[in-house]
């Protein structure tokens, strides 16, 4: 029964969830939990990944109802892999949260709202039903309303709403574009319908199905040009909160792009590759100038999820086995890059009381260790070797290079130095800049207060060092992973023939 | 029959979609509340409309008589109508508290977050 893993990482947080809701309202109690819980979700999700890059596929009948009949829960390398650095982020995060959430927002269960959502994304993750991915969506899409309006702040409440609305939307494109596939192939498991459409002579009626399904999912994604939901409303909430959603919330929807793309839509995805790459490329340019605009910490890393979501978009767009490589290994290290930067974006609106760049400044002569933690991964979202950025955007290069996409390449690479204009923008100001006239000195917290929100920045800027230095390993990862994406017939018939066989 | 669904549909999206560009947050929440309908209905209508065929083995056999209404769009569309049933209370709480809060219910007031 060793299938029944592929559940740990979608049950444990769940089960955190029904237990911190149960149980003692008390702070210790929640925080406890909260870090025990998100751990035990990891170590699942680690297991997992094991497993599977050995097996190749975990397939789960669920309910032993055989394939295109019962859900499907279906772990291949892309979705373990994927599981596995979300987890990972929730584990951190949740530390860090500990230190900065307010006792107000612990008491009104910030901390199952917290799983809850987890529990959505590793779903949506290993989800290989179409309907059954729309529900998990809907499970993490209200956990991070919840989430992102608990404060009842004005901005909070007006960007709330704003992500709210978009997001519904985005979904009820999603389900009409289930409806249409679901009406033509008269299955919804992911493995099932890519297989009818595979066999079926004209798939010209697919298109709508995919197209709303593409829309439903770039929405979700932060793509050009449904971005503008995202940098309205990502900087409202306490920066934990951010740096979560930054981590998980895009990257579940461009996950769920590469997946449709590559296993039910690939009859049809030549026609639509050209306007994927175009996409991609102002996604990319229009993110990064976003965010050359603002002055203030979280909004210029809110614009830079979107510049950088071009990128991995690129990679599918470009659709070789290099591209879909370094779009894995691309969004592995953004996932990484991307959460620590909010969190050391929360540290300094913590230590400073603002993220405003014109207000804060002298932090690299008052908290030195600070401006360190700061450097490895905002230099390496900028992508300047050895950090694992450089490797990242590397391949994505070297792969519009295979394929002759000039345009792509070059707006690639400027984009590359306009993202280093940005940091060293926060870099400058924040760090090298002395403390402006007339405001208060950074805070004096000692160290021990403030462990809890440094000890995960400082996992992460040694993770994004390591990937860097010795990225080799992922990066051969990310090729496996890729060629399982490539021949998508490996994943139909590890879920319609061998499903609900044991594994060896 | 389907396709006066299909219209139906189609005047369900463009009113829900003229009701969320309008600048009242109250008119927001119907505009969700009609695409979510529209999607809902299209779900349901993509199983085929077949009246008084149910999906029922008789007695004496192992399936249903063929043209048999299909069940499964009704049990989608059913979970998909408790979700938005859900989200509509929540996103009705969320603009009672931003009304609350902003003292207007003209989405141009709501531009705190923008700049």
């Known amino acids: 029964m060793s299938e029944l893993i592929i559940l740990l990482p979608v049950f444990i947080p769940l089960i955190g969830a029904v237990v911190l809701l149960s149980g003692s309202r008390s702070l210790a109690f929640q925080k406890v939990g909260a870090v025990v819980f998100s751990g035990l979700t990891f170590l699942g999700a680690a297991y997992l990944l094991v497993l599977v890059d050995c097996a190749g596929h975990v397939v789960l009948q669920l309910g032993d109802w055989s394939a295109p009949y019962g859900i499907s829960m279906v772990a291949d390398r892309f979705s373990a892999v994927m599981v596995a650095i979300s987890s990972l982020m929730t584990l951190l995060v949740a530390l860090y949260a500990i230190s900065e959430i307010d006792a107000a927002r612990l008491r009104r269960f910030f901390f199952p709202v917290y799983l809850i959502l987890i529990f959505g994304v590793n779903g949506a993750f290993l989800s290989g039903d179409l309907f059954n991915l729309y529900v998990w969506f809907e499970v993490m899409l209200i956990a991070s309303f919840v989430l992102l309006s608990m404060g009842g702040e004005r901005s909070e409440l007006e960007g709330g709403l704003k992500y709210v609305c978009l997001n519904l939307f985005s979904s009820m494109l999603f389900l009409a574009g289930v409806g249409i596939i679901y009406g033509k192939t008269g299955t919804l498991n992911m493995a099932d319908v890519a297989q009818s459409l595979a066999g079926s002579p004209d798939v010209s009626w697919a298109v709508s199905g995919s197209m709303l399904l593409f829309v439903g999912f770039s929405l979700k994604a932060g793509m050009f040009p449904f971005f503008f939901w995202l940098p309205a409303s990502y900087h409202t909430p306490p920066p934990a909160v951010s740096a979560i959603f930054a981590a998980l919330l895009t990257k579940v929807g461009v996950y769920a792009l590469y997946r449709t793309y590559t296993l039910l839509f690939q009859p049809i995805f030549p026609e639509f590759q050209s306007i994927l790459l175009v996409l991609a490329v102002l996604t990319m340019v229009i993110g990064v100038l976003g965010a050359a605009s603002h002055f203030d910490i979280t909004k210029i890393l809110s614009f830079h999820i979107i510049s950088q979501i071009g990128y991995i978009v690129l990679g599918l767009a470009i659709m070789t086995p290099l591209a879909l490589a370094a779009g894995i290994f691309y969004l592995l290290h953004n996932i990484i890059a991307k959460t620590c930067l909010f969190l050391v974006g929360g540290l300094i609106i913590r230590l400073q009381g603002t993220g405003d760049l014109a207000r804060i400044g002298g932090l690299s002569k008052s908290k030195p260790w600070l401006a360190l933690l700061f450097f490895f991964p905002a230099f390496s979202l900028a992508g300047i070797p050895p950090l694992s950025g450089f490797w990242a955007k590397l391949g994505v290069v070297k792969a519009g290079l295979d394929v002759g996409s000039w345009v792509a390449v070059t707006a690639a690479l400027l984009v590359g130095v306009m993202t280093l204009y940005s940091m060293t923008k926060i870099w400058a100001e924040a760090f090298w800049k002395a403390q402006p006239e007339g405001q208060p000195a950074a805070a004096k917290e000692n160290m021990g207060s403030l462990a809890y929100m440094v000890i995960p920045i400082a996992v992460m800027a040694a993770l994004t060092v390591a990937i860097g230095l010795f990225g080799e390993p992922l990066f051969e990862f990310s090729q496996r992973a890729a060629d399982q994406l490539m021949n998508p017939q490996e994943y139909i018939s590890a879920v319609l023939l061998d499903g609900g066989e044991d594994l060896p | ?115």
């Open chain 2, 1 to 115: 029959m389907e396709a006066l669904i299909a219209v139906l549909v189609g005047v369900l999206f463009g009113a829900g979609t003229y009701c969320l560009m309008r600048r009242s947050i109250v008119k927001l929440v119907i505009g969700v509340m009609l695409i979510s309908q529209a999607a809902n209905l299209l779900v349901f209508t993509s199983g085929g409309l077949l009246g008084g065929r149910p999906a029922l083995v008789p007695a004496d056999g192992t399936v249903p008589p063929a043209p048999f209404g299909d069940p499964l769009p009704q049990a989608m569309v059913l979970t998909a109508i408790v979700i938005g049933f859900g989200l509509v209370a929540f996103l009705l709480a969320l603009v009672a508290r931003a009304h609350e809060q902003v003292g207007s219910d003209d989405m141009n007031a709501f531009n705190k977050t923008d700049t």
